[in-house]
Nanobody, 127 residues
Framework: QVQLVESGGGLVQAGGSLRLSCAAS????????MGWFRQAPGKERVFVAA????????YYADSVKGRFTISRNNAKNTVYLQMNSLKPEDTAVYYC????????????????????WGQGTQVTVSS
């Protein structure tokens, strides 16, 4: 089992920045690829960013490319999502998720493939 706890959400003005953190406990964090997803009110959960378990491979949704950066610190069992140039359309509950890929350089954008999920953290961007 892997337990995931997100933090760092909040209210920010458009153009501002936030850094989300996802702390993991349980099984070996470094063997899991990690992803961030978000769900806006009345909409489906969508992929935001993913990082391989060795941190060497990252992938982003087109909507956040160039503005968001995913990173991880395996020594601290934590994955981060640095969000810059935030827009009102970034408003959502953000979830981190973990998947055991069996390969240090694999990432996945498919939510159905992730084994573990956090409870989410609210990000609200005002215009």
């Amino acid at each position: 089992q892997v337990q995931l706890v997100e933090s760092g959400g909040g209210l920010v003005q458009a153009g501002g920045s936030l850094r989300l953190s996802c702390a993991a406990s349980g099984r070996t964090f470094s063997s899991y690829a990690m992803g961030w997803f978000r769900q806006a009110p009345g909409k489906e959960r969508v992929f935001v960013a993913a990082i391989s378990w060795n941190g060497g491979v990252t992938y982003y949704a087109d909507s956040v490319k160039g503005r968001f950066t995913i990173s991880r610190n395996n020594a601290k069992n934590t994955v981060y999502l640095q969000m810059n140039s935030l827009k009102p359309e970034d408003t959502a509950v953000y979830y981190c998720a973990a998947v055991s890929t069996g390969n240090p350089v694999v990432v996945t954008t498919n939510a159905d493939e992730y084994n573990y999920w956090g409870q989410g953290t609210q990000v609200t961007v005002s215009s």
